[in-house]
């Protein structure tokens, strides 16, 4: 079934306009009475069908909530921090974090970056990236959307932006190749032990190259903490997945499931 987002707390009826009823109206050709899953903003899931359609609108009428069972999101909340890398593997990298359960994800401009963008065509890409995690999302069955935020330079988002949620109780990890003791797996185990374990977790991942010794020290001054992946130098894209599942595997859903 169709799934579909508003921001709209969901009642007994809803209109849908913009992008949202186009591409039901039009791409799905949908008609009276046919039926999509809606979540709105609150969390709240229900299904609903359509009762009416008109130019760029289509009326909603609420069949029923659904249950509990209905909730997908993972009960701890993930922000991915990723280095832009070159061509689709980024496209690539935003709709698999959707997957997995990441709720933000900021792409980020370190000194090994290789894409470069003016504000122009960053506006346009991050507009592209968020069309494509919305779009996982409703493939996926998620009830929460994946933000995805403005591009920022590394260096000043280490020193401001991550900082102050680390420093709020965030726990930071960040994938570097020079790390040699603490691989990923043994320290969330270690965060599993605490008598209140952590409820947000921030991953950093740098791009094609790799952090330079700078940027390495920058993200542990920040409060990161430095963690191998294994043995095998693993490609950005790679990199920035793993993280994510392996934080869902210790500290997650994906664990739990059976």
């Not at 790390?179 to 797996?185: C, D, F, H, Q, V």
């Not at 032990?193 to 947000?200: A, H, I, T």
């Not at 130098?233 to 997650?252: P, S």
């Amino acid at each position: 079934m169709r799934r579909l987002f508003t921001k709209e707390k969901i009642s007994d009826t809803l209109t849908l306009t913009g992008t949202d009823a186009h591409h039901v109206g039009y791409a799905l050709r949908g008609k009276v009475g046919d039926k999509y899953t809606v979540v709105d903003d609150y969390g709240t899931v229900a299904i609903m069908e359509a009762a009416a359609f008109r130019e760029e609108e289509v009326d909603l009428r609420l069949v029923e909530y659904a249950d509990g069972s209905a909730a997908t999101e993972s009960p701890i909340n993930i922000t991915l921090a990723a280095c832009l890398i070159k061509g689709e593997k980024f496209e690539f990298v935003v709709q698999k974090a959707v997957e997995l359960g990441v709720n933000r994800l900021i792409p980020l401009i370190s000194d090994n970056t290789v894409v470069k963008l003016d504000e122009k065509k960053a506006a346009a890409r991050r507009e592209r990236w968020q069309k494509i995690a919305d779009e996982a999302a409703k493939q996926c069955g998620r009830t929460r959307l994946m933000a995805v935020e403005e591009v920022k330079p590394l260096k000043k988002w280490l020193a401001v932006g991550a900082k102050a949620e680390l420093d709020d109780g965030t726990v930071g990890v960040f994938a570097y190749e020079n790390e040699a003791n603490l691989s990923i797996g043994r320290f969330l185990a270690g965060k599993l032990q605490e008598e209140n374990m952590p409820e947000k977790f921030m991953a950093l991942v740098g791009p094609e190259g790799g952090f330079t010794q700078a940027e390495a020290q920058t993200a542990v001054e920040a409060g990161f903490n430095s963690v191998t992946m294994g043995p095998r130098i693993f490609r950005a894209e790679t990199a920035a997945l793993t993280v994510a599942a392996v934080i869902q595997y210790q500290c997650g859903d994906i664990g739990s499931l059976t």
